[in-house]
């Protein structure tokens, strides 16, 4: 199998890379008792200690809490169209040997034994490197064998 295919990182792209990535994430949900501990130490600090600063600015760290998982994706998105890879076309390269990436002559190169996992998505596949990295690949720009393959040869090693 030697497979060869781009795509570009548009915002398209990174929207479709953060749905398909949240479920697989530590971040899928709000962090309920974190931000119960930041109140409780609030009003403590405010009622107990007398300690108005402090209570305020434990409330306004929960709030940020709250805040920073509500606005997660825009936020995500945004980060990602700011990088120097934002708008530019990725080479994708799958063989024997593994899977290669190139955008703006920085290449990556994976072989078979450094990704540990497979998953799959709705709309494509995550694979996980030994080293716990990430990378989403879009089905549009695989087809149903070079999945097959991917899965065949992570199942071999």
């Given at each position: 199998?030697?497979?060869?295919?781009?795509y570009?990182?548009?915002?398209?792209?990174?929207?479709?890379?953060?749905?398909?990535?949240?479920?697989?994430?530590?971040?899928?949900?709000?962090?309920?008792?974190?931000?119960?501990?930041?109140?409780?130490?609030?009003?403590?600090?405010?009622?107990?200690?007398?300690?108005?600063?402090?209570?305020?600015?434990?409330?306004?760290?929960?709030?940020?809490?709250?805040?920073?998982y509500?606005?997660?994706?825009?936020?995500?998105?945004?980060?990602?169209?700011?990088?120097?890879?934002?708008?530019?076309?990725v080479?994708?390269?799958?063989?024997?040997?593994?899977?290669?990436?190139?955008?703006?002559?920085?290449?990556?190169?994976?072989?078979?034994?450094?990704?540990?996992?497979?998953?799959?998505?709705?709309?494509?596949?995550?694979?996980?490197t030994?080293k716990?990295a990430?990378?989403?690949?879009?089905?549009?720009?695989?087809?149903?064998?070079?999945?097959?393959?991917?899965?065949?040869?992570?199942?071999?090693?």
């Amino acid at each position: 199998m030697n497979y060869h295919t781009s795509y570009i990182l548009d915002k398209d792209y990174y929207h479709e890379s953060f749905e398909q990535s949240l479920p697989f994430s530590h971040r899928r949900q709000l962090k309920y008792p974190l931000v119960l501990l930041l109140v409780g130490l609030a009003l403590f600090s405010m009622f107990k200690l007398q300690n108005n600063y402090l209570g305020y600015f434990l409330f306004a760290l929960a709030i940020l809490e709250v805040v920073a998982y509500k606005y997660q994706q825009p936020w995500w998105v945004a980060r990602q169209r700011l990088t120097r890879a934002a708008g530019n076309e990725v080479t994708l390269r799958i063989d024997e040997q593994g899977i290669s990436t190139e955008i703006n002559a920085h290449k990556k190169q994976y072989s078979w034994p450094q990704i540990k996992e497979v998953l799959s998505t709705q709309k494509g596949i995550i694979i996980v490197t030994d080293k716990g990295a990430r990378h989403y690949f879009p089905a549009r720009v695989l087809n149903e064998e070079v999945i097959a393959f991917i899965f065949d040869k992570n199942k071999a090693t």
